[in-house]
């Protein structure tokens, strides 16, 4: 079975400093994965994707994520944070196959000022 | 954004009664989802579809039903709604493609008192 962890509930950092929120994740096979970022009182929004290729993948609103298959992990970074992207960030992952998405429990990240 | 309309967006009813809660989309995609977000659990899948009157089951189907009789209508209902049921419910799409991302709407807060 799939899984995904979020091994922190909550990430803190200095405006203009890098950021990273932490994902691992088990899949039985190759692994497609996703991060989501959720905004107060709205729905998750796509930031990007991993499928193959590249192991650095490029996303929306500066983000990036880094896919490392010896460490099962999908780290998202920004190099420079933003206060605006204070919100709840959500990584996900399916197998090869059409089965849903198993999202892991959510980081929360305050940008502060 | 992906055109998903979910109603009600709030919804405040009694234990033992029935709800049902509505997805609606625009997009034409067969999958449709339904998850349920609570803190410390993240999203949960409750149910999901993949094409008209094709459903299964997710991580938490107790006391819940789905039924899709078009493509671009998914219904959750309670049967018998619990206080264990209040929550934000979120309905998903996505395109037949694994590699796709799916869209969420922008949630229904449901409080059963």
């Known amino acids: 079975a799939q899984s995904v962890a979020q091994p922190e509930d909550q990430v803190n950092v200095a405006e203009g400093n890098p950021l990273t929120v932490k994902c691992t994740y088990s899949v039985s096979g190759n692994p497609y994965l996703f991060w989501y970022v959720q905004y107060p009182n709205r729905g998750l929004q796509f930031l990007l994707k991993?499928?193959?290729?590249?192991?650095l993948v490029k996303g929306s609103y500066g983000f990036e994520a880094e896919f490392n298959k010896s460490q099962t992990s999908f780290h998202l970074k920004k190099p420079s944070a933003l206060v605006s992207d204070s919100a709840l960030y959500f990584c996900?992952?399916?197998?090869?196959?059409?089965?849903?998405?198993?999202f892991g429990k959510g980081t929360r990240l305050s940008v502060i000022a | 954004d992906a055109g998903i309309t979910q109603s009600p967006r709030h919804k405040v009813t009694e234990t033992g009664t029935p709800v049902t809660l509505r997805c609606h989309q625009t997009e034409n995609h067969r999958y449709m989802y339904w998850y349920r977000q609570d803190p410390g659990h993240g999203l949960r899948l409750i149910h999901y579809?993949?094409?008209?009157?094709?459903?299964d089951k997710g991580e938490v189907s107790d006391g819940y039903s789905v039924s899709r009789s078009k493509t671009e209508d998914f219904l959750l209902t309670l049967e018998s709604a619990t206080s264990s049921q209040t929550s934000v419910y979120f309905c998903a799409i996505s395109e037949s493609h694994p590699n796709q991302p799916q869209h969420f709407g922008d949630g229904t807060r449901l409080s059963i008192l």
């Open positions: 991993y499928i193959t290729g590249d192991n």
């Open positions: 996900a992952v399916r197998d090869m196959g059409n089965t849903p998405l198993v």
């Open positions: 579809s993949y094409g008209v009157k094709d459903t």
